[in-house]
Nanobody
Framework: EVQLQASGGGLVQPGASLRLSCAASGLFDDYVIAWFRQAPGKERGGVACITTKDGITYYEESVKGRFTISKDNAKETVYLQMNSLKLEDTAMYYC???????????????????WGQGTLVTVSS
């Protein structure tokens, strides 16, 4: 059974850091695992993604240089290190997964197959 469990959200001030975790059971061999986010009143969008087999990454433009996605295959966990958080990073963050063989390019522009529950990140002064 495939399960994705996101955690690590919280309330922080602008400029602070948070690390989100996505524990992925049942699917870590050759998948792309992504972080998406959805702010109130806005559409959900991709943040970062990583291939579980070879660690290829892709980032949404606004988080480049601030966020880092990484993986620990032994723990079957993907992390999103978020530094220099801004007010506009406030959102519910979700992790999702898709089989690597289904996609041609490592991006968010696919229908991800598996989704975890969200973890709320609030950046507020």
């Amino acid at each position: 059974e495939v399960q994705l469990q996101a955690s690590g959200g919280g309330l922080v001030q602008p400029g602070a850091s948070l690390r989100l975790s996505c524990a992925a059971s049942g699917l870590f061999d050759d998948y792309v695992i992504a972080w998406f986010r959805q702010a109130p009143g806005k559409e959900r969008g991709g943040v970062a993604c990583i291939t579980t087999k070879d660690g290829i990454t892709y980032y949404e433009e606004s988080v480049k240089g601030r966020f880092t996605i990484s993986k620990d295959n032994a723990k079957e966990t993907v992390y999103l290190q978020m530094n220099s958080l801004k007010l506009e990073d406030t959102a519910m963050y979700y992790c999702a997964a898709i089989e690597r063989r289904i996609i041609n390019v490592v991006t968010f522009l696919y229908e991800y197959e598996y989704w975890g529950q969200g973890t709320l990140v609030t950046v507020s002064s």
